[in-house]
């Protein structure tokens, strides 16, 4: 079974969608229309919160600006709800803009309160002013129309909603699998491996969040010349809550789950409504009990929400669809490797304090074009400060760090990784729920310039296909041909290691820098590991790799650099260091 | 604005100050065991209150039929769970600990309203009441997901929040009540300006519940167990302490906390059943800014909420929560610029 | 997959719901009734509701036909209320709509009413006029004209400056409006406009400022228990001037929790409130009367608030209209709907509990002098002042 299984399902539902109309009643019509609304804000948070990683409880705060906006322009200067689309989609987007600039930058027990503060000043500030009808609101706003025509008639918004709501969904499809959708699916995974391929995830986040306002904006656009009455109550706190257990209902892991999770609440909500007061005379204060109840026991039975669970249980006979295998005419650029032998990296006296400890005290060594250097050293030493320093994760107290000529002491990691540097990480991160080319692609972020627009109307198809074409290369090359498919998660660590390094020569760097990459690995996948990394010397790569393990770099590296106490101990070639009577004491403990 | 105007919006706001400061620390301490943001904490206060109310007025509290109905659920669930397992033989402890121990408060209860009881022992009737609403509601619905991602246990949690004050709804009415002083009279600080004994009551009583925390968590056993299982829950299993019981232990004191919280309100302020949201809420805030981990600071952000609240209504009365919260912000980017942040606060959402 | 199924039975019971048109009886008149038995409106709702099972008590034959009632709760959620209004006139064909608590929501069912032609008797305070208001009319009397009332008893009481506090909500905007409009009239003077959030627990801030103007009387635009806060604090900062209220907290928990605080509080309300004490002249006084013996039957208890008389008169506006429309047209069509509409905007003294009412279209309300009388807290009891 193909994952197109669910493509097809969706060509299903859209034809059901079409249909729709002419089989449900009045009344079903219109709860479909608060669906399609609804579903729209949950897609925004779905992007959001499931795959930003940002809990927000104020979405229907741009659902109440954005129709506050509509309703104010065609009611006061009495133009065509058309015209209130545009002028809504600005302010909305101005005000997420604001707001977001104020907040994303507050970690991550901080920023969901942050959407409460807003969630509920907006309504608030919108109820007091004079203009907008204080907590009356507008009334008579007046409807869509096309061509002289209301749309209002016949029901006719329905197919107004739900080809907004297709067309979100289409966007939001075609983003999630760009180069923009996989640094905002890597959003999760922490904000060090999005600087080492050199994006950044605060204007990621920022971007998401004023794309998912912009969903909200459309929604609010269309319940205002739906419902033709806007007023603040249903913009309030209790609404985003309600969107947010939509998303949740459904799944916040995939697209379809706003959807669906729109769709159960709100029929959930009209059937205990039609049903509980058949059981009881409080049927009407019996519906929130047991609408909560209902809602917790889906929790417990499924976590991830509808969508969750039936790919849980369906999902491991799914075989996912890869993206086709075309020919590309060119290939993305290469960048202009130095001259062998020519120097690289330069670190001169590099001094790091925490406040009163020193972890690194005036160390200087060079890496050359083409070789490989090892930075050993016990436990202790300094090596994995020393590795933050050269990759401009952590600052310099003192001393330089020079990177093919340029001065990189004050740069950040995204800054050094755009020259040339790219890394590894010791606590491997990769995606564990993207496959393996995709894991690899993200590596060519810096390689490649489509944004998030161009993303969604799916005009980078050429781009990308260079970028998977540069992907199947890479992990060609580690040998995991023909396993694009499988999910990153599913590895054994030494070949999540050996991922990880098929992601850096994506990024095609001057300098390879590795973290620890034989910490944890049996003996069989160190043999592996070193075969290749040999390999990519003869190729031409110059690495940089920080090890604990002396016996793997001895057999492995051009020259050694060794610290002890933050201190350089020497440096030499493997033979030299071996016999060195003080690597020997640090390593062995020698006797005084 | 005169110095008499500010002294008693000062005041105001130090004694709603004490308030959220309270629930603040039973809000921080079931989140520093369980990662669960308790949104119905204010729920619990409300339904104390509510009780007392109903002690004073000689009518039966329904909170005595929501307690019930929870200790059975509780001990089903606690049956199922042991069937199971396989384990029978627990099961006689378990239907004592779920279901006979919340009768106790409740029969306790039903005497206090049918007689006519001391003030004292009506308040002591309704704190223990209340006391089982928290562990059971949290054993039937929080404990089944108690290891999913915290997005998912705050979502729950919020709609517990829902569901306790649909049942507060249906038990008691749509309608607000008072309940007597405590202690009555006023103190005069200054010869113009005078403090109610409520007032003082409060803030004593929320200064002297702080540092019984304090000392708690960081001298006694027990409390650093607590501590441990919020840390690695793995880990403290490993060193023998059993989260799902540390869990109830927080959520006891917690609620005992609420139970306290509710009657020392409930004099002052109408309270209904959905009071609880905007109490939680405002003590979430205060428990935000202590980062969910420190007291102190806890401390200093309730207060600081119950400042601003009450000098932000004198400003803008309908405006204030606006004020509030639009001055959180700037709190916020300080308090985040100054807390450790490492990139294990990434969270994968469930699968 | 237990779960799956059960979740496919609620997916199909959603959709037969929305798809079949439930069977309509033609011979009988059917009415939708909308309130709010949760959220924030629930403690008017509640009221509401009652009133409205003792009037189908009372009458539970129109115009010689049966009635079928339907009742939904809109959990004071305006979207909820425009969702219910639609499936009662879509799916369940109801000839007129009933309610609601609220004034946004009762405006969303206003909404609804409109495009789909069905006659709307509003209960809460809200109007439309002109076009907009074709289809609705409202019952509470209109705010001004109680207003009124109160600026007539502080004049007499020679107050000269009012200060103003009331809820950050819809009603408490109309109070204002009302107040703002009446007082320079009768010269007084509003000296402040202090607004506070039904949920909020202290006024302190607002009432501070309250008593430094001085005010010679404080009038509330608050309604419930929520009301009596303004008044507690005002008792705890020691005011001593006048005291006055509207019609909206005629209620006996405001009473019991404003206890001693709102003693000798003055208000306007609809005649049923202090039935027994109006003369035996008075056109409201046997309905009155009526209502409270059909409320002591079907709920054992007397009515005490005056929230519960408007659904009565609603009820018995719908009874009079379909009385006049009488066999012109089926019920369960569009043209009776038409008719009934046409019957209610132009009912002529119908005598209610509130009052008699006399609509006109394009004019929403239809009390007059007579629906207003003046009362006064008295030991916890409302005493008859005049009217």
Redesign the interface.
């Given at each position: 079974m193909n994952a197109s299984i669910f493509r097809k399902l969706g060509v299903v539902a859209a034809v059901l969608l079409a249909l729709a109309p002419l089989l449900l009643g009045g009344f079903g019509i219109g709860l479909m229309n608060d669906i399609g609304i609804g579903a729209l804000v949950a897609l925004g948070l779905v992007m959001l919160t499931g795959i930003g990683g940002v809990t927000s409880f104020g979405q229907a705060a741009f659902v109440g600006i954005a129709a506050y906006s509509t309703a104010w322009l065609t009611t006061t200067w009495h133009v065509s709800a058309w015209l209130g689309l545009p002028f809504a989609l600005v302010l909305t987007a101005l005000a997420a803009l604001l707001i977001g600039m104020l907040t994303l930058r507050l970690g991550s027990h901080f920023l969901p309160i942050s959407t409460i503060a807003w969630g509920l000043s907006v309504p608030l500030v919108l109820s007091n002013i004079e203009a907008l009808g204080l907590h009356t609101g507008i009334t008579n706003i007046a409807p869509v129309r096309i061509a002289g025509w209301s749309l209002q008639d016949g029901g006719a918004m329905y197919y107004l909603i739900w080809a907004c709501v297709g067309l979100a969904c289409w966007f939001c499809r075609n983003l999630l699998q760009s180069r923009q959708g996989r640094a905002l699916r890597s959003l999760r995974g922490g904000s060090a491996l999005l600087s080492s391929v050199g994006a950044d995830a605060y204007r990621l986040r920022l971007q998401l969040f004023v794309f998912a306002a912009l969903l909200s904006a459309l929604a609010g656009w269309l319940y205002a010349h739906n419902n033709r009455y806007v007023s603040p109550s249903p913009f309030d706190v209790h609404a985003s809550i309600e969107f947010l257990l939509m998303a949740v209902m459904g799944g916040l892991g995939q697209l379809p789950g706003a959807l669906i999770g729109a769709g159960i609440v709100i029929l959930l909500k009209n059937s205990l409504q039609d049903v509980l007061p058949l059981i009881s005379e409080r049927g009407g204060q019996l519906e929130v009990i047991v609408f909560s109840l209902l809602f917790l026991l889906l929790l417990h039975r499924a976590r991830a929400g509808f969508c969750g669970f039936v790919l849980r249980h369906m999902g491991s006979r799914l075989k996912p669809i890869l993206p086709p295998q075309i020919a590309v005419a060119q290939p993305l650029a290469m960048r202009q490797q130095p001259l062998a032998g020519s120097k690289i990296l330069s670190v001169q006296g590099a001094v790091k304090r925490f406040g009163g400890l020193v972890a690194v005290n005036q160390v200087s060594f060079d890496v050359s074009a083409g070789e490989i250097v090892g930075l050993i050293g016990p436990n202790g030493a300094g090596k994995s400060t020393m590795f933050n320093l050269v990759t401009g994760a952590a600052s310099l107290t003192h001393g330089s760090v020079h990177f093919l000529g340029t001065d990189v002491t004050k740069l950040s990691q995204r800054a050094v990784a755009r020259l040339g540097m790219a890394r590894t990480f010791q606590h491997v991160k990769l995606r564990p729920q993207m496959t393996l080319l995709d894991n690899v692609a993200l590596g060519a972020h810096l390689r490649t310039r489509a944004g998030l627009l161009a993303a969604g109307l799916r005009l980078d198809r050429a781009e990308e296909a260079r970028i998977f074409h540069e992907a199947r290369v890479q992990l060609a090359r580690i040998g995991l041909q023909g396993r694009e498919h499988e999910l990153a998660g599913a590895l054994p660590l030494g070949t999540q290691r050996m991922l990880e390094i098929a992601r850096a020569l994506v990024a095609d760097p001057v300098l390879l820098v590795l973290d620890e990459p034989a910490a944890g690995l049996r003996h069989a996948e160190k043999q592996a590991l070193g075969e290749l990394l040999r390999q990519l010397r003869r190729q031409g790569v110059t690495i940089l790799i920080v090890e604990h393990d002396m016996d793997f770099v001895m057999k492995l590296v051009d020259r050694l650099v060794v610290m002890n106490f933050g201190s350089k101990l020497m440096e030499g070639n493997p033979a030299a260091v071996r016999r060195d009577p003080q690597v020997q004491a640090a390593y062995l403990g020698g006797t005084a | 604005m005169g110095w008499d105007v500010i002294l008693i919006l000062l005041s105001d706001g130090i004694a709603n100050g004490a308030i959220y400061l309270l629930a603040g620390l039973g809000m921080v301490l079931i989140f520093s065991v369980t990662r669960v943001v308790f949104v119905p904490f204010g729920d619990v206060a409300v339904f104390s209150a509510l009780s007392l109310a109903a002690f004073e007025g000689g009518k039966l509290p329904g909170t005595i039929w929501l307690v019930l109905t929870l200790a059975a659920v509780a001990s089903l669930c606690e049956i199922g769970v042991l069937l199971r397992r396989r384990e029978p033989q627990k099961i006689a402890r378990a239907v004592l600990q779920y279901g006979v121990l919340p009768a106790v408060p409740c029969a306790l209860a039903a005497v206090v309203a049918a007689t006519q009881a001391p003030q004292l022992v009506q308040i002591v009737a309704a704190i223990l009441l209340v006391v089982p609403v928290a562990p059971l509601a949290a054993r039937i619905l929080l404990q089944p997901i108690a290891d999913a991602s915290s997005l998912v246990l705050l979502m729950a949690s919020l709609v517990m929040h829902f569901f306790l004050a649909g049942l507060g709804l249906m038990f008691m009415g749509p309608e607000g009540f008072r309940t007597q002083l405590l202690v009555d009279g006023m103190i005069n600080l200054t010869p113009d300006f005078s403090v109610s004994m409520q007032t003082l009551l409060m803030v004593s009583a929320a200064l002297v519940l702080s540092v019984l925390f304090f000392l708690f968590f960081e001298r006694t056993v027990s409390g650093k167990a607590l501590r441990a299982t919020a840390v690695n829950r793995v880990g403290a299993r490993l060193v023998g302490i059993r989260p799902a019981r540390s869990a109830m232990l927080a959520y006891i004191c917690a609620s005992l906390l609420a139970g306290l919280i509710g009657v020392l309100i409930a004099p002052i302020t109408t309270l209904y059943y959905d009071s609880g949201f905007t109490l939680g809420l405002k003590a979430f805030v205060a428990a935000i800014i202590g980062g969910l981990v420190s007291y102190p600071l806890t401390a200093v952000g309730a207060l600081a909420v119950g400042i601003v609240e009450s000098f932000g209504s004198f400003w803008s009365g309908a405006l204030k929560d606006v004020i509030v919260f639009s001055l959180l912000i700037p709190v916020l980017l300080l308090r985040s610029y100054y807390a450790t942040h490492s990139d294990e606060d990434e969270e994968e959402i469930d699968q | 997959?237990k779960?799956?199924r059960a979740?496919t039975s609620?997916?199909i019971?959603?959709?037969v719901?929305?798809?079949a048109?439930l069977a309509s009886f033609a011979a009988d008149l059917k009415v939708g009734f909308i309130t709010s038995?949760?959220g924030?409106s629930?403690?008017l709702?509640?009221p509401y509701g009652k009133g409205f099972q003792a009037a189908v008590a009372y009458m539970p034959e129109v115009a010689g036909k049966k009635v079928d009632v339907v009742?939904?709760?809109d959990?004071?959620?305006?979207?909820t209320a425009?969702?219910?209004a639609?499936?009662l006139i879509?799916?369940d064909k109801v000839d007129v709509l009933i309610g609601t608590p609220g004034?946004?929501s009762a405006?969303?069912i206003?909404?609804v009413a409109r495009?789909?032609k069905t006659p709307f008797i509003c209960i809460a305070n809200?109007k439309?006029e002109g076009e907009?208001g074709a289809w609705m009319v409202t019952v509470p009397q209109p705010t001004p004209l109680m207003i009124q009332g109160v600026i007539d008893q502080m004049k007499l009481a020679g107050v000269k400056t009012v200060a103003y506090?009331g809820f950050?909500?819809?009603?408490?905007?109309?109070v204002y409006d009302a107040l703002s409009k009446a007082a320079p009239a009768a010269g007084i003077k509003v000296v402040a406009n202090?607004?506070?959030?039904r949920?909020?627990?202290?006024?302190?801030?607002?009432v501070?400022?309250i008593v430094?103007t001085h005010p010679d009387a404080v009038l509330t635009g608050t309604s419930?228990?929520?009301g009596?806060?303004p008044y507690l604090a005002l008792a705890s900062r020691g005011y001593r001037g006048k005291l006055y209220g509207t019609h909206a907290i005629i209620n006996p928990?405001f009473i019991r929790?404003g206890g001693a605080a709102v003693e000798g509080l003055v208000a306007p309300t609809g005649p049923v409130v202090v039935v027994d004490q109006l003369a035996a002249s008075n056109p409201t006084r046997k309905i009155g009367l009526d209502f409270r013996a059909i409320y002591e039957k079907t709920f054992k208890t007397v009515p005490t608030d005056a929230f519960g008389p408007y659904s009565f008169d609603a009820w018995l506006l719908f009874a009079d209209a379909a009385k006049r429309v009488g066999n012109k047209a089926q019920p369960g069509t569009p043209e009776y709907r038409t008719a009934l509409r046409d019957a209610i905007v132009s009912s002529k003294e119908v005598v209610g509990t509130q009052g008699v009412y006399n609509y006109k279209p394009g004019q929403p309300f239809g009390s007059d002098q007579r629906a207003v009388v003046m009362v006064k807290l008295e030991k916890g009891q409302w005493k008859y002042l005049g009217q």
């Amino acid at each position: 079974m193909n994952a197109s299984i669910f493509r097809k399902l969706g060509v299903v539902a859209a034809v059901l969608l079409a249909l729709a109309p002419l089989l449900l009643g009045g009344f079903g019509i219109g709860l479909m229309n608060d669906i399609g609304i609804g579903a729209l804000v949950a897609l925004g948070l779905v992007m959001l919160t499931g795959i930003g990683g940002v809990t927000s409880f104020g979405q229907a705060a741009f659902v109440g600006i954005a129709a506050y906006s509509t309703a104010w322009l065609t009611t006061t200067w009495h133009v065509s709800a058309w015209l209130g689309l545009p002028f809504a989609l600005v302010l909305t987007a101005l005000a997420a803009l604001l707001i977001g600039m104020l907040t994303l930058r507050l970690g991550s027990h901080f920023l969901p309160i942050s959407t409460i503060a807003w969630g509920l000043s907006v309504p608030l500030v919108l109820s007091n002013i004079e203009a907008l009808g204080l907590h009356t609101g507008i009334t008579n706003i007046a409807p869509v129309r096309i061509a002289g025509w209301s749309l209002q008639d016949g029901g006719a918004m329905y197919y107004l909603i739900w080809a907004c709501v297709g067309l979100a969904c289409w966007f939001c499809r075609n983003l999630l699998q760009s180069r923009q959708g996989r640094a905002l699916r890597s959003l999760r995974g922490g904000s060090a491996l999005l600087s080492s391929v050199g994006a950044d995830a605060y204007r990621l986040r920022l971007q998401l969040f004023v794309f998912a306002a912009l969903l909200s904006a459309l929604a609010g656009w269309l319940y205002a010349h739906n419902n033709r009455y806007v007023s603040p109550s249903p913009f309030d706190v209790h609404a985003s809550i309600e969107f947010l257990l939509m998303a949740v209902m459904g799944g916040l892991g995939q697209l379809p789950g706003a959807l669906i999770g729109a769709g159960i609440v709100i029929l959930l909500k009209n059937s205990l409504q039609d049903v509980l007061p058949l059981i009881s005379e409080r049927g009407g204060q019996l519906e929130v009990i047991v609408f909560s109840l209902l809602f917790l026991l889906l929790l417990h039975r499924a976590r991830a929400g509808f969508c969750g669970f039936v790919l849980r249980h369906m999902g491991s006979r799914l075989k996912p669809i890869l993206p086709p295998q075309i020919a590309v005419a060119q290939p993305l650029a290469m960048r202009q490797q130095p001259l062998a032998g020519s120097k690289i990296l330069s670190v001169q006296g590099a001094v790091k304090r925490f406040g009163g400890l020193v972890a690194v005290n005036q160390v200087s060594f060079d890496v050359s074009a083409g070789e490989i250097v090892g930075l050993i050293g016990p436990n202790g030493a300094g090596k994995s400060t020393m590795f933050n320093l050269v990759t401009g994760a952590a600052s310099l107290t003192h001393g330089s760090v020079h990177f093919l000529g340029t001065d990189v002491t004050k740069l950040s990691q995204r800054a050094v990784a755009r020259l040339g540097m790219a890394r590894t990480f010791q606590h491997v991160k990769l995606r564990p729920q993207m496959t393996l080319l995709d894991n690899v692609a993200l590596g060519a972020h810096l390689r490649t310039r489509a944004g998030l627009l161009a993303a969604g109307l799916r005009l980078d198809r050429a781009e990308e296909a260079r970028i998977f074409h540069e992907a199947r290369v890479q992990l060609a090359r580690i040998g995991l041909q023909g396993r694009e498919h499988e999910l990153a998660g599913a590895l054994p660590l030494g070949t999540q290691r050996m991922l990880e390094i098929a992601r850096a020569l994506v990024a095609d760097p001057v300098l390879l820098v590795l973290d620890e990459p034989a910490a944890g690995l049996r003996h069989a996948e160190k043999q592996a590991l070193g075969e290749l990394l040999r390999q990519l010397r003869r190729q031409g790569v110059t690495i940089l790799i920080v090890e604990h393990d002396m016996d793997f770099v001895m057999k492995l590296v051009d020259r050694l650099v060794v610290m002890n106490f933050g201190s350089k101990l020497m440096e030499g070639n493997p033979a030299a260091v071996r016999r060195d009577p003080q690597v020997q004491a640090a390593y062995l403990g020698g006797t005084a | 604005m005169g110095w008499d105007v500010i002294l008693i919006l000062l005041s105001d706001g130090i004694a709603n100050g004490a308030i959220y400061l309270l629930a603040g620390l039973g809000m921080v301490l079931i989140f520093s065991v369980t990662r669960v943001v308790f949104v119905p904490f204010g729920d619990v206060a409300v339904f104390s209150a509510l009780s007392l109310a109903a002690f004073e007025g000689g009518k039966l509290p329904g909170t005595i039929w929501l307690v019930l109905t929870l200790a059975a659920v509780a001990s089903l669930c606690e049956i199922g769970v042991l069937l199971r397992r396989r384990e029978p033989q627990k099961i006689a402890r378990a239907v004592l600990q779920y279901g006979v121990l919340p009768a106790v408060p409740c029969a306790l209860a039903a005497v206090v309203a049918a007689t006519q009881a001391p003030q004292l022992v009506q308040i002591v009737a309704a704190i223990l009441l209340v006391v089982p609403v928290a562990p059971l509601a949290a054993r039937i619905l929080l404990q089944p997901i108690a290891d999913a991602s915290s997005l998912v246990l705050l979502m729950a949690s919020l709609v517990m929040h829902f569901f306790l004050a649909g049942l507060g709804l249906m038990f008691m009415g749509p309608e607000g009540f008072r309940t007597q002083l405590l202690v009555d009279g006023m103190i005069n600080l200054t010869p113009d300006f005078s403090v109610s004994m409520q007032t003082l009551l409060m803030v004593s009583a929320a200064l002297v519940l702080s540092v019984l925390f304090f000392l708690f968590f960081e001298r006694t056993v027990s409390g650093k167990a607590l501590r441990a299982t919020a840390v690695n829950r793995v880990g403290a299993r490993l060193v023998g302490i059993r989260p799902a019981r540390s869990a109830m232990l927080a959520y006891i004191c917690a609620s005992l906390l609420a139970g306290l919280i509710g009657v020392l309100i409930a004099p002052i302020t109408t309270l209904y059943y959905d009071s609880g949201f905007t109490l939680g809420l405002k003590a979430f805030v205060a428990a935000i800014i202590g980062g969910l981990v420190s007291y102190p600071l806890t401390a200093v952000g309730a207060l600081a909420v119950g400042i601003v609240e009450s000098f932000g209504s004198f400003w803008s009365g309908a405006l204030k929560d606006v004020i509030v919260f639009s001055l959180l912000i700037p709190v916020l980017l300080l308090r985040s610029y100054y807390a450790t942040h490492s990139d294990e606060d990434e969270e994968e959402i469930d699968q | 997959m237990k779960f799956f199924r059960a979740l496919t039975s609620v997916f199909i019971a959603g959709t037969v719901t929305m798809a079949a048109p439930l069977a309509s009886f033609a011979a009988d008149l059917k009415v939708g009734f909308i309130t709010s038995l949760s959220g924030s409106s629930s403690s008017l709702g509640i009221p509401y509701g009652k009133g409205f099972q003792a009037a189908v008590a009372y009458m539970p034959e129109v115009a010689g036909k049966k009635v079928d009632v339907v009742q939904l709760d809109d959990a004071s959620d305006p979207t909820t209320a425009a969702r219910n209004a639609r499936k009662l006139i879509v799916e369940d064909k109801v000839d007129v709509l009933i309610g609601t608590p609220g004034t946004p929501s009762a405006l969303a069912i206003a909404g609804v009413a409109r495009e789909l032609k069905t006659p709307f008797i509003c209960i809460a305070n809200a109007k439309l006029e002109g076009e907009e208001g074709a289809w609705m009319v409202t019952v509470p009397q209109p705010t001004p004209l109680m207003i009124q009332g109160v600026i007539d008893q502080m004049k007499l009481a020679g107050v000269k400056t009012v200060a103003y506090i009331g809820f950050a909500d819809a009603w408490g905007d109309i109070v204002y409006d009302a107040l703002s409009k009446a007082a320079p009239a009768a010269g007084i003077k509003v000296v402040a406009n202090e607004r506070y959030a039904r949920t909020d627990t202290a006024v302190t801030g607002q009432v501070l400022k309250i008593v430094a103007t001085h005010p010679d009387a404080v009038l509330t635009g608050t309604s419930g228990t929520p009301g009596a806060l303004p008044y507690l604090a005002l008792a705890s900062r020691g005011y001593r001037g006048k005291l006055y209220g509207t019609h909206a907290i005629i209620n006996p928990d405001f009473i019991r929790v404003g206890g001693a605080a709102v003693e000798g509080l003055v208000a306007p309300t609809g005649p049923v409130v202090v039935v027994d004490q109006l003369a035996a002249s008075n056109p409201t006084r046997k309905i009155g009367l009526d209502f409270r013996a059909i409320y002591e039957k079907t709920f054992k208890t007397v009515p005490t608030d005056a929230f519960g008389p408007y659904s009565f008169d609603a009820w018995l506006l719908f009874a009079d209209a379909a009385k006049r429309v009488g066999n012109k047209a089926q019920p369960g069509t569009p043209e009776y709907r038409t008719a009934l509409r046409d019957a209610i905007v132009s009912s002529k003294e119908v005598v209610g509990t509130q009052g008699v009412y006399n609509y006109k279209p394009g004019q929403p309300f239809g009390s007059d002098q007579r629906a207003v009388v003046m009362v006064k807290l008295e030991k916890g009891q409302w005493k008859y002042l005049g009217q």
